[in-house]
């Protein structure tokens, strides 16, 4: 099992930044791959970015040279940063790892609310 703590959602302003933070209980690069994933209000929740356990990221085209995936293995931590916000961006926002192709787990969520 993994269990995951999302932080850094909150507030911005359209055309702003955020940056979210995951960090599991166990070493990321014995992670088959971490996931950001977003449900809005009414629609179904939706994969954001990825990043597999060699690196290789896979972004949704909405966010697409917007926001950037990344972990570091000192902190041992996932990252997402999120510029040039838009109100459609407000979501909660999870993280999900997975130990096995089949085995996910998933964070408990952080809100992004994107407004002026």
């Known amino acids: 099992q993994v269990q995951l703590v999302e932080s850094g959602g909150g507030l911005a302003q359209p055309g702003g930044s955020l940056r979210l933070s995951c960090a599991p209980s166990?070493?990321?690069?014995?992670?088959?791959?971490m996931e950001w994933y977003r449900q809005a209000p009414g629609k179904d929740r939706e994969l954001v970015a990825g990043i597999s356990s060699g690196g290789s990221t896979n972004y949704a085209d909405s966010v697409k040279g917007r926001f950037t995936i990344s972990r570091d293995s000192a902190q041992n931590m996932m990252f997402l940063q999120m510029n040039s916000l838009k109100p459609e961006d407000t979501a909660i926002y999870y993280c999900?790892?997975?130990?096995?192709?089949?085995?996910?787990?998933w964070g408990q969520g952080t809100q992004v609310t994107v407004s002026s």
């Open positions: 166990r070493s990321i690069f014995s992670l088959y791959s």
């Open positions: 999900r790892a997975r130990t096995t192709i089949r085995a996910a787990y």
